[in-house]
């Protein structure tokens, strides 16, 4: 009975279950500061240009993808400065062609 009891002891103090309470496997520990990077892709690039183009102002676009006013600068100045010309003549072209 000894043997065993020792054993036991022994697998329980190799370290804790990763489980939680609840039963769910334990995650990675998450550092909790600042916001996730910004995933700049084609299409979010397409959708700024085109709430430029409609009119929005750059608060309001940032507000709308979800990120801060100096982060859209940063990724989508090309789109913030000629999207705007570039979606309207895309329009223009479609009417008249």
């Not at 995933?39 to 929005?56: F, H, I, S, W, Y």
């Not at 913030?80 to 009417?95: D, F, P, Q, T």
């Amino acid at each position: 009975m000894s043997e065993n009891s020792q054993t036991d002891d022994i697998d329980d103090a190799a370290g804790p279950p990763d489980i939680d309470l609840f039963g769910e496997p334990v995650g990675g520990y998450r550092d909790p500061r600042g916001r996730k990077k910004l995933k700049v892709t084609n299409e979010l690039r397409d959708r700024v240009a085109v709430l430029r183009a409609g009119g929005m102002e750059r608060d309001e676009i940032a507000d709308a993808i979800g990120c801060s006013e100096r982060t859209l600068r940063t990724y989508f100045l090309p789109e913030l400065n000629e999207g705007k010309s570039e979606k309207r003549a895309a329009v223009i072209e479609a009417l008249y062609a």
